[in-house]
């Protein structure tokens, strides 16, 4: 059978669930990479769909499939700003190369929910340089499956103060297309509802390589993070990108309503 789809998807396990059966369908090629390197590919058309971050998303002005977005409604024990002083002290922050959505959260909550205005640089946390050992940073951010490693530092989760700030979930990620398909977009729901419904047997093969217990692990993929795209997630995202547009975080015109 002909390769009907190229889709893109992080590889972390937040995505696992939206995934399920992709990998196997032969009208699907299916592509895992860090966020950053998902959007040159679908600026080049090299993707028919990807699940970007949510600023990507606004950037391009590409539509997402309705009802579906990794969110979270608070805490996500997966997007952390990690802390080598206390937070009034800190002057220069790691933003982490791989996902501009998480480092316009950072910027938006140092800024306008604690009165910072820091310096910003980035890293790797993948890399061989750890931030720890830098002594020009105070500060740093991590998002995904590098969050569960334990960094020996107190950190703040980025998706439990942009609750405390704003009052709804935060959508760090989307289904996004260039263009309304319906076939495509329903291949997408179907994936999502089926990897819903084998939530057992995706904790049970992932838990221990994200070095979770089976417990942590379906807690995270069941409270932390969450799969609607609902009124107090869509919301939550007009919110960002109204943030984002102020702070300059955004370099394409604003949509028409």
């Not at 995934?19 to 699907?28: E, F, I, N, Q, S």
């Not at 959007?39 to 950037?59: C, D, F, H, K, T």
């Not at 093969?205 to 089976?214: K, N, S």
Request: proline share 7%; with cysteine.
């Amino acid at each position: 059978m002909t390769v009907l789809w190229r889709i893109g998807s992080v590889p972390y396990l937040n995505a696992k669930p939206l995934l399920w059966g992709l990998d196997r369908d032969p009208a699907v090629r299916l592509i895992l990479r860090p966020p950053a390197a998902l959007v040159p590919l679908m600026e080049r058309g090299r993707l028919q769909a990807a699940l970007l971050p949510s600023i990507e998303a606004i950037r391009l002005g590409l539509v997402h499939v309705p009802g579906i977005a990794i969110a979270s409604p608070g805490r996500t024990g997966s997007v952390l700003l990690h802390l080598k002083k206390p937070l009034r002290q800190v002057r220069t922050v790691a933003l982490d190369r791989n996902s501009r959505t998480t480092n316009a959260l950072a910027r938006i909550l140092l800024e306008r929910r604690y009165g910072l205005h820091p310096r910003y640089v980035k890293h790797d946390p993948d890399g061989r340089r750890d931030f720890r050992r830098d002594p020009k940073v105070d500060a740093a951010v991590t998002i995904g499956d590098a969050s569960f490693r334990d960094w020996g530092l107190p950190a703040i989760d980025l998706g439990a103060a942009w609750r405390d700030l704003t009052g709804v979930p935060f959508v760090f990620a989307l289904w996004a297309l260039p263009r309304r398909n319906a076939a495509l977009e329903g291949r997408l729901q179907s994936a999502a509802l089926e990897g819903r419904r084998r939530l057992k047997e995706i904790v049970d093969a992932e838990h221990a390589g994200a070095g979770l217990t089976r417990a942590e692990c379906t807690q995270y993929l069941t409270e932390r993070i969450t799969y609607d795209l609902g009124p107090g997630e869509r919301t939550g995202l007009r919110l960002f990108e109204r943030h984002a547009r102020d702070l300059g975080l955004l370099d394409s015109p604003a949509p028409r309503r």
